[in-house]
């Protein structure tokens, strides 16, 4: 019932800068929180930054100061602008948000199929 498609990741060298995007389509009334997560290969997947819909955010530490989290409602879109990347930032970035249908009362979750992205020494 929605779908979410992630673009802009890709290969950068260390200190590098990207911008992860993820558009949210199908039946939408509203967005609660829109939320970035990366997973790397053998580790967890740890929620990276989150934006509220009056536009509070929260980051981990290790992206703190590194990434910004952004979204416009009017598009249902969320961007992650990421700044001085490290290797450690190497993974698969999964977009998830909380979603209210069209005349529904409950907010349900959804995921998208993840974007790679490779930080190299």
């Known amino acids: 019932q929605v779908q979410l498609v992630e673009s802009g990741g890709g290969l950068v060298q260390t200190g590098g800068s990207l911008r992860l995007s993820c558009v949210a389509s199908?039946?939408?009334?509203?967005?609660?929180?829109m939320n970035w997560y990366r997973q790397a290969p053998g580790k967890q997947r740890e929620l990276v930054a989150a934006?509220?819909?009056?536009?509070?955010?929260n980051y981990a530490d290790s992206v703190k100061g590194r990434f910004t989290v952004s979204r416009d409602n009017a598009k249902n879109t969320v961007y992650l602008q990421m700044n001085s990347l490290k290797p450690e930032d190497t993974a698969v970035y999964y977009c998830?948000?909380?979603?209210?249908?069209?005349?529904?009362?409950?907010?349900?979750?959804?995921w998208g199929q993840g974007t790679q992205v490779t930080v190299s020494s």
């Open positions: 998830n948000v909380d979603v209210q249908h069209y005349g529904g009362m409950y907010y349900y979750n959804y």
């Open positions: 199908g039946n939408i009334g509203s967005i609660k929180v």
């Open positions: 934006i509220h819909t009056g536009g509070t955010t």
